[in-house]
Nanobody
Framework: QVQLVESGGGLVQAGGSLRLSCAAS????????MGWFRQAPGKEREFVAR????????YYSDSVKGRFTISRDNAKNTVYLQMNSLKPEDTAVYYC????????????????WGQGTQVTVSS
């Protein structure tokens, strides 16, 4: 019943910034914890950031901490990932995920996934 659509990806030079958005269609984000993941060619999908339903608690992977910021606007049914100081190793397809919980610790508990948006960072 819930469909997630990512947008905002593209090509950027190292040191630049991008802002990804994840919008829900067919339903709202009401009661959903949300997360961002990424997958580079030939690699496993990895965790990037998560945010609780209330938006009061966030958590980041060590590789992006201090550079990326996850936020949400529940009134707009949208989750964001602000990416600053981008590095070539950030190049990947970025996925938005959600689940009906205040907070989600395990990837298996994310029931809904977007199709992904490509982020390419050149040196």
């Amino acid at each position: 019943q819930v469909q997630l659509v990512e947008s905002g990806g593209g090509l950027v030079q190292a040191g630049g910034s991008l802002r990804l958005s994840c919008a829900a269609s067919g339903r709202t984000f009401s009661g959903f914890a949300m997360g961002w993941f990424r997958q580079a060619p030939g690699k496993e999908r990895e965790f990037v950031a998560r945010i609780t339903w209330s938006g009061g608690v966030t958590y980041y992977s060590d590789s992006v901490k201090g550079r990326f910021t996850i936020s949400r606007d529940n009134a707009k049914n949208t989750v964001y990932l602000q990416m600053n100081s981008l590095k070539p190793e950030d190049t990947a397809v970025y996925y938005c995920a959600g689940g009906r919980a205040e907070i989600i610790y395990n990837i298996a508990e994310y029931d809904y996934w977007g199709q992904g948006t490509q982020v390419t960072v050149s040196s």
